[in-house]
């Protein structure tokens, strides 16, 4: 299926067998709103992709290109494997879970990961236990696993760089020593800008430590401010 002229298509059918492609070319868009929405197809993407729902939306769907990925609705998007880059990845609403378990407790292993810069709008969530192989700039929240899914502690990813516009990095932990279970962000490149933090379940009875409990680890120069 080729979008092209400004096509601007909504998918409402169910499309559960279908196995083709999509091609969005530049200028256009296309909507889905579940998961049989797309079926097995893959997408080429260098117009918009619109992943809108007020429910759950699980994508395994090949996603490809040098478009957009936008996340609308107030709803989830997960993916768990590594199938979907983009240029830049806008999350207007809702959240983006970029791996639902952590990757000890699957099948599989290999985490999962999402290949594309990620801006965090101001109603926007992003989260779980996978990575971000791009830049990612938060307005909003940047929620770590265990924190948002209670599912065990674990890490998320940034593999680029941070950027703080005001929102909140939230995490769960265990107050012991410094070995103590928590979650954990990870950045191999820079920070910048000013972010929030929180721990919403701080747990144990507390222990000495010698250099405290990291929650954030940044590769790079970390310039920016977590308060």
Do not use: W
């Not at 868009?29 to 080429?44: F, R």
């Not at 040098?66 to 983009?86: E, H, M, P, W, Y």
């Amino acid at each position: 299926v080729l979008l092209s002229n400004g096509a601007d298509i909504t998918l409402v059918g169910n499309n559960s067998g279908y196995a083709g492609k999509f091609t969005i070319e530049s200028d256009n868009s296309l909507t889905a709103g579940k998961t049989s929405h797309l079926g097995q197809s893959s997408v080429d993407n260098s117009g918009m992709l619109i992943l809108d729902t007020e429910a759950l939306f699980t994508v395994t769907n090949q996603i490809s290109g040098n478009g957009k990925l936008i996340k609308r609705g107030s709803g989830t998007v997960q993916l768990d494997g590594n199938s979907v880059s983009a240029t830049l990845t806008e999350i207007d609403n809702g959240l983006l879970l970029v791996g639902g378990m952590p990757t000890a407790s699957l099948s599989r292993a290999i985490s999962a990961n999402l290949t594309s810069d990620v801006t965090i709008h101001r109603d926007g969530a992003l989260g779980g236990y996978g990575s971000v192989n791009g830049n990612v700039s938060n307005a909003c929240h940047l929620l770590m696993g265990n924190a948002l899914t209670g599912a065990g502690s674990g890490q998320f990813t940034i593999n680029g760089n941070y950027i703080g516009n005001g929102g909140t990095v939230i995490f769960n932990t265990e107050l012991a020593n410094d070995g103590a279970d928590t979650d954990k962000l990870i950045v191999t490149g820079t920070t910048s800008g000013e972010s929030h933090v929180a721990v919403i379940s701080a747990r144990g009875n507390g222990a000495q430590t010698s250099n405290g409990i990291k929650l954030i680890d940044v590769a790079g120069i970390s310039a920016g401010t977590f308060k």
